[in-house]
């Protein structure tokens, strides 16, 4: 019986090649005929990526730029709070009502933005808290609560 040998489309047989001959290009990642038209046309693959052109410098009188190098939201620490769901509607009524009415657009207002400023409201008027509850909190400041049904 003869013996025979697996046959493997585009490499050669092990009579034909030693291992010092397989390599990447006789293994192939990618069949020959797309090898053979990347070197036609050229592979721009490893082509160098354009790059950003620099600012022009600034002359002396020119104002600073208004834009942060750094996003807000990466200067702030992430906090986590549990919302009603009355509590995010209205956020987010909220907010679309602040965004519709701006004069000037020069930030963006999420739910967030509004949940810091009434941190800051909240921390201004702190020393007239008072209560055992959520609720009794609440009404020391004149904020009255959810309805309940």
């Not at 050669?12 to 293994?27: F, H, N, Q, V, Y």
């Not at 020959?32 to 790059?51: E, F, V």
């Not at 600034?58 to 509590?87: C, N």
């Not at 701006?102 to 967030?112: D, G, I, L, Q, V």
């Amino acid at each position: 019986m003869a013996k025979t040998t697996p046959v493997m489309m585009g490499l050669p047989s092990p009579d034909e090649a030693g291992p010092a001959e397989l390599t990447r290009e006789t293994m192939g990642t990618e069949p020959a005929a797309l090898r053979a038209s990347r070197r036609q046309l050229g592979d721009r693959s490893a082509a160098p990526k354009p790059r950003k052109p620099e600012p022009a410098p600034k002359t002396p009188g020119e104002p600073e730029s208004q834009t942060p190098a750094v996003p807000k939201y990466l200067t702030l620490e992430r906090v986590e709070a549990r919302l009603r769901p009355d509590q995010i509607d209205r956020l987010g009524q909220l907010r679309r009502r602040l965004m519709a009415a701006r004069t000037a657009k020069t930030e963006r207002f999420t739910e967030n933005t509004i949940i810091r400023v009434a941190v800051d409201l909240l921390l201004e008027h702190g020393d007239e808290l008072h209560g055992n509850t959520e609720d009794e909190l609440r009404t020391s400041i004149g904020v009255q609560g959810p309805a309940v049904s």
